[in-house]
């Protein structure tokens, strides 16, 4: 079955660090590529998305490059910032045309923490 | 456009009473889910629907479960009756299409099952 695996947290970083998180994933046909962000006391929200394969989403200075020969979605960000602090989800979703489903498929998300 | 509305935003009850959340999706939007959340289990996907069609509720942990949608623009969560256990962040998210399509989340109703 589909399935997303994304590196344990939490992550604490200073201000101003490099930032990637590590998403890996397991789909039958061609997935789509999300990463959500949950804020403190919030719910989900997009942060960036990928449909097709060296597609690269982007998004309040995050990127992500969908990698199709490694399966991979990692999230960057060259310079944290504290308001960065949230946990983040990467998620995959195949749709029926891919003889998939139209639910998404969550990771077990990254707490982040980034200190002045 | 305000956005998916869910209500209430807490909710503390006793062991054995009956709990009903609330959620009103974004205008226009085909589809709707039900996550919930905890510390020990992650996001959990529970049920979804299709122009107010329940379509997979292979998440619904229960027969204590049961989710409703009576017509475009309101959809409930009951628990009867409600255990500890039940105790998570119940999110209700809403989305034009499936698949690739954004979805948007609510705030969430916290629940605290005593």
């Known amino acids: 079955g589909n399935s997303v695996t994304q590196m344990e947290g939490p992550v604490t970083l200073s201000e101003e660090a490099f930032l990637t998180i590590n998403c890996t994933y397991t789909a039958t046909g061609y997935p789509s590529l999300f990463w959500y962000v949950q804020y403190p006391g919030e719910g989900l929200q997009l942060l960036l998305k990928?449909?097709?394969?060296?597609d690269k989403g982007s998004n309040k200075g995050f990127e992500a490059t969908y990698r199709k020969e490694t399966t991979s979605f990692h999230l960057e960000k060259g310079s944290v910032q504290v308001s960065d602090s949230a946990v983040y989800f990467c998620a995959l979703s195949t749709g029926f045309a891919q003889g998939g489903s139209e639910k998404l498929v969550f990771g077990k998300g990254t707490k982040l923490t980034v200190n002045p | 456009d305000a956005g998916v509305i869910q209500s209430p935003r807490h909710e503390v009850t006793e062991m054995g009473q009956e709990v009903t959340l609330r959620c009103k999706p974004i205008s226009g939007h085909d589809y709707l889910f039900w996550y919930r959340q905890t510390m020990m289990r992650g996001l959990e996907l529970l049920i979804y629907?299709?122009?107010?069609?329940?379509?997979?509720d292979s998440g619904m942990p229960e027969d204590r479960f049961s989710a409703k949608m009576p017509n475009a623009s309101f959809s409930t969560l009951k628990i009867q009756p409600s255990e500890p256990r039940d105790s998570a962040v119940y999110f209700c998210?809403?989305?034009?299409?499936?698949?690739?399509?954004?979805?948007?989340f609510g705030p969430g109703t916290r629940l605290t099952v005593l």
């Open positions: 998210a809403s989305s034009r299409l499936a698949g690739a399509d954004t979805q948007y």
């Open positions: 629907f299709n122009n107010n069609v329940p379509i997979d």
């Open positions: 990928a449909t097709k394969a060296d």
